[in-house]
Nanobody
């Protein structure tokens, strides 16, 4: 019931910046939290950053101070500003939305298709 469309991935040199965007769409939903996860080859998917509808954020230790997550609730859009990128940030980044179907109380997860971020050394 929630579609997520991501954009903004690409190739960048170490020390550079990228901004990812994710737009959520759907009917009769309330999005509680949006976040970004990443998965590098041979590794498990990990949470990069998340933000609640109230604006509370949390980050993976590896990206604190370099990445910033923000959200435009009116547009159901979440952004991930990534600065000082490192080769170890190379991964497929996927957007996640945790939502409720109004007027229900159960939460569901939806995922975007993923966008590749490659950081060259």
């Amino acid at each position: 019931q929630v579609q997520l469309v991501e954009s903004g991935g690409g190739l960048v040199q170490a020390g550079g910046s990228l901004r990812l965007s994710c737009v959520a769409s759907g009917s009769n939903i309330r999005i509680e939290r949006m976040g970004w996860y990443r998965q590098a080859p041979g590794r498990q998917r990990e949470l990069v950053a998340a933000i609640t509808s109230g604006g509370s954020t949390n980050y993976a230790d590896s990206v604190k101070g370099r990445f910033t997550i923000s959200r435009d609730n009116a547009k159901n859009t979440v952004y991930l500003q990534m600065n000082s990128l490192k080769p170890e940030d190379t991964a497929v980044y996927s957007c996640n939305a945790r939502f409720k179907i109004i007027p229900g109380v159960y939460e569901y997860d939806s995922w975007g298709q993923g966008t590749q971020v490659t950081v060259s050394s």
